[in-house]
């Protein structure tokens, strides 16, 4: 592998503190220095000019769906999506057919991960054997098998008594619990957020008393024990208030949040479209404002893609039928920039931690930093490119996204991992 030097780019290093108009030098894989001015003996030079040069982002939080569900996605076509939209690494959800339980699952998706050439594919295993909620999985053996996580993907350990035991065991292995917050009985049969809108459209709601109600027991719990508790898709003002007096408490947890939660609200759903139906549901405007003043001010400290890909005749069904789920994958870094820091409502340094530093940091695993010695994940992303989201350029086997034909600021021109260039807005054959 030659050296290659990435020159007169933007460099953003929310790990390290660096924000500079400088050189980035790669050396088999890995960042052997970040400065102005470097000038190597020898080595590729990709111009970067115009561009922010920063740590690959992270994705926490995505549906591969292989084993069982490749009509809808696999893992190589899931991290070459990855890629596209500038993550260097992906931990894949357990809710697959079979369900990731066991060290042979495990080895299938790292195995399949290791043959992909996009992002790096780190899977999470699940927390209960078949995600029933009955008994726990062998954390030991699915770490030892390559797990970096454990979570019942989408549904919340029922059971306070095994949740706690799942944070307890966790923790002697060095591995967070991914938690869905949600009392699951109170959510039951909801299709929407519980409220006007769901009302006046005569569809079943979630409250959002029931993120509420999961939310404090499992921040209890994680109190309790000691344990490292990760916030699935928060989207909830009550539930963000929470995060932030337990993080106060020096409670071990950290939070994710999505886009969609970001950006828009169940008003959106008012003629059933089902490109909106997603779960957690799109809230109100006060859990809008809520999570996001949480994801600015560090309560919650992750952005998600909760990449859910659906097949078009899946999601063409009457709004109570059909799945959950958007794809986010290719789209999250753009619409997040053109809606939140293009509108001055959060800076670009913050954008890039809450998707690469934050998200490595919270699950425990390198990434996330352009520190000297550091793998060489890094994207590269222009900042003024205008483009509109167009689904039938997705490299995601699916198209179901709630942005579809929006003009966006921002987009990612080139995604390298290992120092290896994995995607490229232009074919260059690098």
């Known amino acids: 592998m030659t050296r290659l030097l990435i020159r007169g780019g933007r460099v953003i290093d929310p790990a390290a503190g660096v924000d500079l108009q400088g050189d980035v030098l790669v050396d088999e894989g890995r960042i052997v220095a970040v400065a102005a001015g470097l000038a190597p003996e020898s ?11 920063c740590p690959g982002f992270v994705d926490p939080h995505a549906h591969l769906c292989e084993p069982g569900g490749e009509h809808r996605e696999t893992i190589a076509t899931g991290a070459m999506a990855a890629a596209a939209g500038g993550y260097t690494a992906v931990v894949a ?3 697959t057919d079979p369900v990731v339980d066991d060290p042979a699952s495990v080895g299938f998706v790292v195995a399949a991960g290791r043959r992909a050439r996009g992002a790096r594919v780190f899977p999470a295993a699940a927390v209960s054997a078949g995600r029933r909620g009955e008994h726990l999985t062998e954390f030991g053996e699915v770490v030892d098998a390559g797990a970096v996580a454990v979570s019942d993907a989408g549904r919340s350990v029922k059971s306070s008594k095994l949740m706690r035991l799942a944070l307890e065991y966790a923790r002697s292995f060095g591995i967070p619990v991914l938690a869905r917050p949600e009392d699951a009985g109170l959510a039951s049969g909801g299709v929407m957020h519980e409220g006007v809108v769901s009302t006046r459209l005569g569809l079943r709601g979630k409250p959002a008393a029931a993120e509420e109600i999961g939310a404090a027991r499992d921040l ?4 309790m024990t000691g344990g490292r508790l990760h916030m699935q898709r928060v989207s909830t003002a009550a539930a963000a208030t929470l995060i932030r007096r337990s993080l106060a408490r020096g409670v071990g947890v950290s939070a994710e949040v999505t886009a969609h939660h970001l950006l ?23 859990d809008v404002e809520a999570v996001r003043a949480a994801l600015a001010d560090g309560t919650i400290g992750c952005i998600a893609t909760d990449h859910t890909p659906c097949h078009y005749d899946e ?3 009457a709004f109570d039928d059909a799945p959950f789920g958007a794809v986010g994958l290719e789209t999250t870094f753009a619409v997040l920039h053109t809606h939140l820091v293009t509108t001055g409502i959060l800076e670009l340094g913050t954008l890039v931690e809450r998707m690469s530093t934050g998200p490595a940091r919270a699950l425990g695993f390198p990434g996330g930093t352009l520190k000297p010695g550091q793998a060489a994940d890094l994207a590269l992303v222009d900042p003024e490119a205008r483009w509109k989201i167009d689904p039938a350029e997705f490299l995601s086997k699916c198209r179901n996204t709630p942005f579809a034909g ?9 995604t390298l991992v290992g120092g290896r260039t994995v995607w490229s807005a232009v074919a260059d054959g690098a």
């Open 315 to 317: 999601k063409e069904q």
């Open 93 to 95: 959800m357990p809710d």
């Open 264 to 286: 828009l609200t169940h008003e959106v759903v008012a003629d059933y479209g089902t490109e909106y139906k997603v779960d957690p549901p799109l809230r109100t405007t006060v």
């Open 220 to 223: 209890a719990l994680a109190g």
């Open 406 to 414: 929006e003009e966006v600021t921002g987009r990612v021109v080139r």
């Open 43 to 53: 080595a590729e030079v990709l111009d970067a000019r115009g561009l922010v040069v």
